[in-house]
């Protein structure tokens, strides 16, 4: 995206049932250790990274099946789910 594309600031909704994001912000600004802006840009790098190395482990081929599915169970999160059949997948959504 050229410099010129990008707006000096983005507004994130936090109203009419979408009060959730205030509090997962903050919560990572709280991780993050820093302010709200930061913690946003923070976490849109990180979950692709995140997804992708838990796509990773999910592939191997030393865990048994069962292993895998506690695996991904334990990693599904909110707007993330990780299903375990013949390969490995995962859904964003939400």
Do not use: W
């Not at 993050?32 to 995140?50: E, G, H, I, K, Q």
């Amino acid at each position: 995206m050229a410099t010129k594309d990008v707006p000096k600031s983005v507004r994130i909704r936090t109203g009419d049932g979408n009060e959730y994001r205030f509090d997962a912000i903050e919560q990572a600004a709280d991780f993050y250790d820093c302010n709200r802006s930061d913690a946003v840009a923070y976490a849109c790098d990180t979950v692709p990274s995140l997804v992708e190395a838990a796509r990773d482990v999910l592939e191997r081929d030393d865990l048994t099946t069962e292993q895998k599915r506690e695996i991904a169970e334990t990693m599904s999160t909110r707007g993330i789910e990780f299903e375990i059949q013949h390969d490995v997948i995962s859904v964003a959504g939400d």
